[in-house]
């Protein structure tokens, strides 16, 4: 079945710092996959999609296709980037998503 | 930016009482429409896929005859909570997705909290 994995539920880091926010996936074919932001009070909004290989607002993310991972990664972190991220897999020709349990990043000052 | 808004934001209502939900897509048509649920600190689950003029399709485990769901027209979706108990209590939240110009993105709505007393 396919499944999505965010092992940590809650990272903290200081303003600077880099950040790597962990997601492992598990599907036999090809997957989409993609990484949502909730900013406090906003509604899910797409960060980034890794058929797209772009960097927003500073955050990359490469598909390891031998590790079935997504990790999304950023050299600096920045305070506005305290928000909740939840890694999600698009399989075959569904439109579904399927979500993960989601990383709380919480930069500090 | 693609626009998705859900009506109400928020609704307490008495157990046995129905509630429903609309999700418009505000500057696009969405040809299909997804359904979800949010528990307190949890995930996102997928509760139906909802296409223009054809039945949901729902996940396994919701039940079909509790969570009515209408697509009418390519700008709004519903979805009626039946008969709701505390158990129903949750963030509900859709995403609208337009018709195919190579971008399957997903836009989603703010949510709406419903609780059951």
């Known amino acids: 079945a396919q499944r999505v994995t965010q092992p940590e539920k809650l990272l903290s880091v200081f303003k600077g710092a880099p950040v790597e926010l962990k997601c492992n996936y598990s599907?036999?074919?090809?997957?989409?996959l993609f990484w949502y932001v909730q900013y406090s009070r906003q509604r899910l909004q797409l960060l980034l999609r890794?058929?797209s290989r772009e960097s927003i607002k500073g955050f990359t993310a490469d598909l390891n296709k031998g590790e079935t991972s997504f990790h999304l990664k950023k050299p600096f972190a920045q305070e506005e980037d305290s928000a909740m991220y939840y890694c999600?897999?698009?399989?075959?020709?569904?439109?579904?998503?399927?979500f993960g349990s989601g990383t709380r990043l919480l930069v500090r000052p | 930016g693609a626009v998705v808004s859900q009506h109400p934001s928020r609704v307490i209502c008495k157990s046995g009482t129905s509630v429903k939900i609309e999700c418009r897509s505000l500057?696009?048509?969405?040809?299909?429409m997804f359904w979800y649920r949010q528990f307190p600190k949890k995930s996102l689950m997928l509760m139906a896929t909802?296409?223009?003029?054809?039945?949901?399709?729902?996940e396994q485990g919701v039940e079909k005859d509790k969570f009515l769901i209408n697509h009418a027209s390519l700008t709004l979706s519903t979805l009626t909570v039946t008969s709701a108990h505390p158990e129903d209590s949750s963030f509900y939240i859709c995403?609208?997705?337009?018709?195919?110009?190579?971008?399957?993105?997903?836009?989603f709505g703010p949510g709406t909290r419903l609780t059951v007393l």
């Open positions: 999600a897999l698009k399989w075959g020709s569904s439109y579904k998503l399927i």
């Open positions: 500057d696009f048509q969405a040809t299909t």
């Open positions: 909802s296409n223009e003029g054809s039945k949901a399709t729902y």
């Open positions: 890794h058929i």
């Open positions: 995403s609208a997705q337009g018709r195919a110009g190579g971008n399957n993105e997903q836009f």
């Open positions: 599907y036999s074919g090809s997957p989409e």
